[in-house]
């Protein structure tokens, strides 16, 4: 008895910025945001929250899976970018949707929360507790972007993405995860500063920090590494998968991981150009729009994978 998918869905904001949008507020281009990292456009979040994405992508989640809310016992929201330090994004979308039979909470793994939300899922499946869950990724990162820091406000986007699971035969083959605390501040983001009038209050970074070139490095060791163990201790060979959805960060990132791997760039399906990187919604972003498009056959194989702030990271092997 394993975890399956058995309904995908997303939400992203109505408003598009191009890389020209941007190139008007900022000393920017299209060309070196394209060139540097396969990004072309975003969608930014005006009327949206993370709360009302992430119910909209569970809806739709939910009417592909055939469960009504009430079903789901187990609702995980992968954010850094919940609408309220408490109450979580979970049970905001608990709420909203009408899950009244859910336990709801949320995971700060940034860009692995997803996939952190999907392996814990697995884990109370594996222990007996819970047999329906709705695991989401969503993000309004555009609300913690320091709007004058051209090498990192580029980079993101906001939305959400949402996955049905369920206990079954097949689905989740293996998975990996993992974290490192003490490279933590290479990207991070102190959003509060303390107001206790009993303290000196000492300057916060108050928006997100990125040292991008050791966030680069780390991805582009961890994410083949991963992949590679994922796969070796299921008994697979990195062609016998169909689709490798990894996190959207970078063009250059991803190619960099086919070519460790040694496997076709055409197996890695890209939103990047259009959602740009949306932290924990990407991997589910991008897994509905792949199977959106019917690209996904019962008995394929599928990796994902995960890489980000934390530093954290994970990889899956799973049978569609
Ligand atoms: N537009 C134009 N120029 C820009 C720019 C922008 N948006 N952002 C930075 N630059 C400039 C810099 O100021 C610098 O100029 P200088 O040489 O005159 O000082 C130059 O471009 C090179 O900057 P650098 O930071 O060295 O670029 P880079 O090649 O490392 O690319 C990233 C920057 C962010 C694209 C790259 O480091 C990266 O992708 N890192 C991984 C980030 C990531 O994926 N994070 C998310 C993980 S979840």
């Known amino acids: 008895m394993t975890t399956r998918i058995i309904g995908t869905g997303r939400c992203l904001p109505e408003h598009i910025v191009t890389n020209d949008d941007l190139a008007k507020i900022m000393d920017t281009s299209d060309e070196w945001i394209a060139s540097r990292t396969g990004i072309r456009k ?16 569970a809806k739709r989640a939910l009417k592909q899976a055939g469960l009504s809310p009430e079903e789901i016992d187990l609702i995980i929201v992968g954010t850094i970018t919940g609408d309220y330090v408490t ?12 899950a009244e ?29 819970y047999q329906n869950a709705l695991i989401i990724g969503a993000e309004t990162l555009s609300k913690i972007m320091d709007w004058g820091d051209r090498s990192t406000s580029v980079l993101f986007g906001d939305g959400a993405g949402a996955a049905v699971v369920t206990k079954g035969d097949a689905g989740l083959l293996n998975f990996t995860q993992g974290s490192d605390g003490a490279k933590g501040m290479v990207l991070a983001c102190k ?27 780390f991805a582009v060791s961890k994410v083949p590494e991963s992949i590679k163990k994922v796969l070796a201790e299921a008994h697979l060979e990195p062609e016998d998968i169909k689709y490798y959805i990894l996190h959207q960060a970078n063009i250059r990132i991803i190619q960099s991981v086919a ?62």
Request: hydrophobic share 40%; with cysteine.
């Open 42 to 57: 975003r969608h930014i979040a005006k009327e949206e929250t993370t709360a009302s994405m992430s119910a909209e992508a």
């Open 101 to 129: 039979n859910a336990v709801a909470f949320d995971i700060n793994a940034a860009c692995s929360g997803f996939m952190f939300a999907l392996n814990t899922a697995h884990a109370y499946f594996q222990s007996g507790i």
């Open 191 to 217: 959003n509060r500063s303390n107001n206790n009038p009993l303290i000196s209050t000492s300057k916060e970074m108050k928006y997100t920090y990125m040292d991008g070139q050791e966030v680069y490095k």
């Open 259 to 320: 070519k460790r791997l040694k496997v076709s760039e055409e197996k890695f399906p890209i939103s990047l150009d259009h959602c740009g990187n949306i932290s924990a919604g990407s991997v589910p972003i991008l897994l509905d729009e792949v199977n959106e498009k019917g690209m996904l056959e019962k008995g394929d194989k599928i990796v994902m994978a995960g890489f980000g702030a934390g530093l954290t990271w994970s990889a899956c092997v799973m049978e569609w």
């Open 87 to 98: 109450p979580s994004t979970a049970c905001e979308v608990q709420q909203i949707i009408g």
